[in-house]
């Protein structure tokens, strides 16, 4: 979409973790999926929305082409412009659950514009569903013909038409810039790799979390840019809000003491802003909503209450936040498209349907 049809440049994370891979069997059983924690899911508390059910498109497989079709229309038609794909590389050419980008960028089909994320970080601990730290496969960066071979890998994908650009640059995006070593030499190199290939450069996106703290946010922004980002993706998710005194003796009881619970926050549109989204070289994200239980059990952290209305608040607010900067940078990230086990999805629901996707529709589209 373009400026005459939207308000913002509307992007959404997008979890290819819905189809089985041999490592998946090994790790979970066979035919694990992201599937499997949403559908396990239970309430933990009086009031929690649990488990969380698919409407549309049922417990789909992302291996399935009319699947990601469907997913591809059904964005468009309220308004997202865009996907972009959680990108698993760990090093010496290791990648994980890449099918369905794969199959995208080799059939040309959906139609529908995209752009990668680099999720790099190892995957252990409880937020990958354990209850223990034992590492199942580890991020590594071996060095600069490892930085290459995964330029190299990607390079269909940036020349691809479809491929999401800022000013002629292609996005991409970078999950945990702390861990990336010398992340400024990674971008001059990739930069230099674009440009012998007949790009006209990167539009590196390094994604932050929790920068509530204006002076520190910017002295933090700072640093990002001086590494050679182009901008920073804000997300929020640690709240701010102040609680009420009920609300407060409430999660000291039941979460920390007593451990009946989990982490239970109301959900505020101002629990997902930042002093920064307003700034130019920031992309703030929207969450339409997060319950992470179906992954953590009773270590998770759950928003409760999340309405269509609410979620429309916090587009509002957004949108307020960045409607000074120029369109082709008028980002808007949507966290996310279709985590259905963080309970942050767009997608339809029994209890929602698409009133999340209306909600987003009317405030986005003119």
């Given at each position: ?116 994320a680099w999720a790099n970080e190892s995957w252990r601990g409880t937020w990958h569903g354990l209850k223990n ?110 609680l009420s005194i009920w609300w407060r003796i409430a999660r000291k009881i039941f979460y920390n003491k007593l ?86 999805y767009m997608e339809p629901d029994l209890r929602w349907g698409r009133k999340y996707l209306e909600a987003l ?6």
């Amino acid at each position: 979409m373009d400026e005459k049809h939207t308000n913002a440049r509307v992007l959404a994370y997008y979890l290819p973790q819905f189809h089985p891979i041999p490592e998946n069997d090994e790790w979970w059983g066979n035919g694990f999926t992201e599937w499997t924690n949403v559908g396990k899911a239970k309430p933990l508390f009086p009031g929690h929305y649990q488990p969380h059910v698919p409407a549309d498109l049922g417990y789909y497989d992302l291996r399935v082409s009319e699947t990601r079709e469907y997913q591809a229309a059904l964005a468009r038609q309220y308004g997202v412009e865009g996907f972009v794909y959680w990108h698993y590389w760990f090093g010496n050419g290791k990648r994980l659950l890449e099918r369905p980008f794969n199959e995208v960028l080799t059939s040309g089909k959906p139609d529908f514009p995209f752009a990668l994320a680099w999720a790099n970080e190892s995957w252990r601990g409880t937020w990958h569903g354990l209850k223990n730290g034992r590492m199942l496969i580890e991020q590594t960066y071996p060095g600069d013909d490892d930085y290459i071979a995964h330029f190299k890998e990607l390079l269909p994908a940036f020349k691809d038409d479809r491929y999401l650009r800022c000013n002629g640059k292609v996005l991409f995006f970078i999950y945990e810039p702390n861990l990336l070593p010398e992340s400024g030499h990674f971008i001059k190199l990739w930069q230099g790799l674009a440009m012998e290939n007949g790009l006209e450069g990167i539009f590196f996106v390094a994604l932050e979390k929790d920068l509530y703290d204006k002076e520190y946010g910017e002295k933090r922004l700072n640093e990002l840019m001086s590494q050679g980002y182009d901008a920073v993706n804000i997300c929020n998710l640690s709240g701010h809000h102040k609680l009420s005194i009920w609300w407060r003796i409430a999660r000291k009881i039941f979460y920390n003491k007593l451990h009946l619970i989990p982490n239970v926050r109301p959900y505020f549109p101002i629990e997902f802003e930042s002093p920064l989204d307003s700034n130019a070289n920031v992309i703030p994200a929207v969450v339409p909503c997060w319950d992470h239980t179906p992954r953590t059990g009773k270590n998770g952290l759950v928003y409760h209450g999340s309405t269509p209305e609410l979620f429309k608040q916090g587009v509002l607010r957004k949108l307020d936040a960045i409607k000074e900067k120029p369109f082709e940078k008028r980002f808007l990230m949507i966290k996310s498209w279709n985590e259905w086990a963080e309970g942050n999805y767009m997608e339809p629901d029994l209890r929602w349907g698409r009133k999340y996707l209306e909600a987003l529709k009317e405030v986005i589209c003119s």
